[in-house]
């Protein structure tokens, strides 16, 4: 079986479900259940005996010591983080001790694990961290896509505390020898992404007639990735990926936030109408993030000539899905959109013109 973290997230439950459709082996899911850990995002694996949820936190050593003895993973793979950029500017504290700390208290307990292994097993077993492309700092409209070899150049305190924990895998592999794997993965979008995000956060204001706030100037480029692209890398990874090696992945679509938001209008105009005009009246431009970075862009040729890995989705495709998941959701919306959510909108963008 396998040892997934921040399976109740948007990636890990994406990823926790899709593995759970194409093989057997079991799951546990550690997950805090934080403000962004649902379980209705796995409410589709209730008596399903393949999957086991723990509620905790991954600093916690005992309890990572515990499971490990109990279920003998042949692998971690590790979603679990604080993830927001706009939170780790209001309150940076949490991203050092979940990002930073947590991130080693999982590797120390896996070094324990893995070094008293048989050699079959110590061989086979392996510690995948999923990591981001905001890594590698903001890039200029004509500068290369990000590659595995780009230095570090973290802006913003969550993009800081994942180059951290980066360091931290990279160095338990040379200097203990854990078999690690690192993917660096771009913006991902599609089912269960929570609405403090852009792309469910345009969706949930739109439907609700509210503004669309766009920050500064709505240019700056992310490089979008529809969700299970992202899980179907990271089990190419665990599948063969060589250990102390890092794999960029993205969806080679790089995109304006401004054209984000105008096609969710058009997809949301064809596909739910307001009679009160187009969404798009709605846009609006406020106050910058600051330390906003301009553009993301991810070269993902490595692990496609050394993995096979491409992603099946367009853009159009991807977004399109979206869209009508979010539809066709609106409970988890409703359930998600709760009093604590509330109150994060009111405190981020309330100070913003
Ligand atoms: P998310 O915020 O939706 O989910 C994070 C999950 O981790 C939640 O279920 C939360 O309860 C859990 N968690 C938080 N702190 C914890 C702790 N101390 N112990 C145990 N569980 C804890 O995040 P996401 O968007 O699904 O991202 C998952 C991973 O992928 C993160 O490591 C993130 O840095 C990385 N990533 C995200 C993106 C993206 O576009 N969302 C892109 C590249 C990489
Ligand atoms: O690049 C990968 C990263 O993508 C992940 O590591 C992060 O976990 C994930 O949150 C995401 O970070 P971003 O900051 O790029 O995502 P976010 O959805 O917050 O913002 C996307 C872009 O949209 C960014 O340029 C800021 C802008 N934005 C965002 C919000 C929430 C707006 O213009 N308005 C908004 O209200």
Redesign the pocket.
Same mark, same amino acid.
């Given at each position: 079986m396998i040892l997934v973290t921040g399976g109740a997230g948007f990636i890990g439950a994406n990823f926790v479900l899709d593995w759970l459709r194409v093989s057997d082996e079991p799951v546990v899911n550690l997950d805090a259940l934080t403000y962004a850990g649902n379980l209705q995002n796995l409410a589709s694996l209730k008596g399903d005996a393949r999957h086991i949820f723990v509620q905790g936190d991954i600093c916690d050593r005992e309890l990572i010591d515990r499971l490990l003895a109990e279920h003998r993973p042949r692998a971690i793979v590790h979603f679990a983080?604080e #993830?927001?950029? $706009?939170r780790s500017i209001h309150g940076p504290g949490d991203f050092i001790r979940t990002n930073v700390n947590g991130t080693f208290t999982l590797l120390e307990a896996a070094r324990g694990y893995w070094s008293a292994l048989e050699a079959d097993a110590k061989a086979a077993f392996r510690f995948h961290h999923v #990591?981001? $492309? /905001?890594v590698y700092g903001s890039l200029g409209p004509n500068d290369p896509a990000f590659t595995e070899t780009k230095t570090y150049e973290p802006n913003?305190p !969550?993009?800081a505390s994942?180059a951290a924990s980066d360091h931290l895998v990279r160095a338990w592999h040379h200097t203990y020898g854990l078999p690690v794997t690192t993917s660096n993965?771009? +913006? +991902?979008y599609g089912p269960y992404h929570f609405p /403090?995000? *852009? =792309?469910p *956060?345009?969706i949930a204001n739109a439907l609700a007639g509210k503004p669309l706030?766009? !920050? @500064?100037d @709505?240019q700056?480029i &992310? $490089?979008w990735l529809f969700v299970t692209d992202h899980c179907s890398a990271i089990r190419a990874v665990l599948a063969s990926g060589t250990p102390g090696e890092v794999y960029n992945v993205g969806g080679w679509n790089e995109k304006p +936030?401004i054209d =984000?938001?105008h096609t969710l209008c058009a997809l949301l105009d064809e596909l739910k109408p307001d009679p009160a005009g187009s969404y798009t009246r709605l846009i609006t431009y406020?106050t910058d &993030?600051p330390g906003? $970075?301009r553009r993301?862009a991810i070269d993902a040729r490595k692990i496609e000539r050394e993995l096979g890995w491409r992603p099946a989705e367009t853009f159009e495709t991807g977004i399109r899905k979206t869209v009508e998941w979010y539809l066709a959701n609106q409970d988890w919306v409703a359930q998600v959109l709760s009093g604590a959510y509330r109150e994060w909108v009111e405190k +981020?963008?309330a100070e913003r013109n």
């Amino acid at each position: 079986m396998i040892l997934v973290t921040g399976g109740a997230g948007f990636i890990g439950a994406n990823f926790v479900l899709d593995w759970l459709r194409v093989s057997d082996e079991p799951v546990v899911n550690l997950d805090a259940l934080t403000y962004a850990g649902n379980l209705q995002n796995l409410a589709s694996l209730k008596g399903d005996a393949r999957h086991i949820f723990v509620q905790g936190d991954i600093c916690d050593r005992e309890l990572i010591d515990r499971l490990l003895a109990e279920h003998r993973p042949r692998a971690i793979v590790h979603f679990a983080a604080e #993830s927001h950029v $706009d939170r780790s500017i209001h309150g940076p504290g949490d991203f050092i001790r979940t990002n930073v700390n947590g991130t080693f208290t999982l590797l120390e307990a896996a070094r324990g694990y893995w070094s008293a292994l048989e050699a079959d097993a110590k061989a086979a077993f392996r510690f995948h961290h999923v #990591s981001t $492309d /905001e890594v590698y700092g903001s890039l200029g409209p004509n500068d290369p896509a990000f590659t595995e070899t780009k230095t570090y150049e973290p802006n913003s305190p !969550y993009s800081a505390s994942k180059a951290a924990s980066d360091h931290l895998v990279r160095a338990w592999h040379h200097t203990y020898g854990l078999p690690v794997t690192t993917s660096n993965c771009s +913006n +991902n979008y599609g089912p269960y992404h929570f609405p /403090e995000k *852009l =792309i469910p *956060l345009m969706i949930a204001n739109a439907l609700a007639g509210k503004p669309l706030p766009v !920050y @500064g100037d @709505g240019q700056q480029i &992310r $490089d979008w990735l529809f969700v299970t692209d992202h899980c179907s890398a990271i089990r190419a990874v665990l599948a063969s990926g060589t250990p102390g090696e890092v794999y960029n992945v993205g969806g080679w679509n790089e995109k304006p +936030n401004i054209d =984000i938001v105008h096609t969710l209008c058009a997809l949301l105009d064809e596909l739910k109408p307001d009679p009160a005009g187009s969404y798009t009246r709605l846009i609006t431009y406020v106050t910058d &993030r600051p330390g906003h $970075d301009r553009r993301y862009a991810i070269d993902a040729r490595k692990i496609e000539r050394e993995l096979g890995w491409r992603p099946a989705e367009t853009f159009e495709t991807g977004i399109r899905k979206t869209v009508e998941w979010y539809l066709a959701n609106q409970d988890w919306v409703a359930q998600v959109l709760s009093g604590a959510y509330r109150e994060w909108v009111e405190k +981020n963008y309330a100070e913003r013109n």
